[in-house]
């Protein structure tokens, strides 16, 4: 059997994609720039894929702004914030322990430029708390950019509220997205955003495409410089094939969403609950506010490298954390902002599961999972110390 549960770190191109793709290659191939009618056919296409995701995400279609894919919708909301901000006199910026590195090292980057970063807690379920991130806010704090979904161990953050917050404030509120569009509902009006990231091949869609909602009113600065595009806010030809491909996925997730989802969590906890059965271990992020597909644990006395290659033998095709930084033998930085120690977490297992996972795929993950755990920890002179007393479990 071969599973792939690494759907967080990229997702199978949707085949509806695929095919909506397909004539924007071979037929209608023109520039959306140009004035001649190959090109006024490609600009109806691309005025049709803004419109379709713009009503997905409940905004007009002139706030959506097509980029390459999350991180550098990350990098423009940030910076964009920030530069509006420095005008004002405004040079303060919070965020949460761990957001993806596209906007920690985005922050670190505006650190070096005299900006001044709070980085609230998220406690040992992966959440913020409201009344944290009221106490940060002052009268300089230009920008509040908490990510919708983590990427590691899926707790979902209470984005309503944080962004009602902000409203109240008069602060921007830019979110990361990424994770969670095109698996939970996303609505950028009752969720009070100013600014929201996402990407196609989270969803189904092609990868190297995404886009950033900006609400009407807020300063967008360039990243790219050198022509029209984007209503003058991002330079480069529109990759189009792409872009229909985008619409075309997350109108197909969205529409699966209502029906797919309960299906998707009880497997999901069947899961968890089957993995937890293993001595010595836990589950990461919140129990119920997470991701339908996310189930993130950590066993005692293992390395996560190892689990993973051994379970890839047997098919089972997961991940340790963020696919950005797996080349990386450091430990999560998301698990040790929510307290882990390192040895915890360096025993890490991400699996994100595709809406289409059988419970004959769960049950084969429940039974081998535990065997290979099993099996690395008699190996491991770490858990020799640990069973034989020499070390305290922490788990």
Known sequence: MQIY???????????????AMIPYFRETFGNPSSLNTPGQLAKEALTDARTRLAKILNSDPSEIYFTSGGSESDNQ???????????????????????????LHTLKNLEKQGFEVTLLDVHKNGMIHLEELEAAIRPDTALVTIMFANNEIGSIQ??????????????????????????????VQSHNVDMLSFSAHKFGGPKGIGALYCKKGIPLSNLIEGGAQERNKRAGTENLPAIVGMATALEEATSEMKELNPKLTLLRDKLIKGLLKVPHSILNGDPKKRLPGNVHVCFEGIEGEALLLMLDEKGIYASSGSACTSGSLDPSHVLLAIGHP????????????????????IDY???????????????????????????????
């Open 5 to 19: 549960a690494d759907n967080a770190a990229t997702t199978k191109t949707r085949a509806s994609a695929i095919e």
């Open 158 to 187: 209470p984005i309503t509220e944080i962004g009602k917050l902000c409203r109240e404030k008069g602060i921007t509120f830019h979110t990361d997205a990424v994770q969670a569009v095109g698996h939970i509902d996303v609505d």
């Open 365 to 395: 993950m429940i039974q081998e999972i535990p065997k290979v755990v099993a099996y690395l920890r008699n190996m491991s002179p770490v858990w020799k110390d640990l069973v034989t007393g020499k070390k305290d479990f922490m788990i």
């Open 77 to 103: 909301a940030i910076n964009s914030a920030a530069i509006a901000g420095a005008k004002k006199g405004k040079k303060h910026i919070i965020s949460s322990a761990f957001e993806h590195h596209a906007v």
């Open 342 to 361: 390192h040895a915890i977490a360096h025993g890490s297992l991400r699996l994100s599961l595709s809406d289409n996972i059988t419970e004959q795929e």
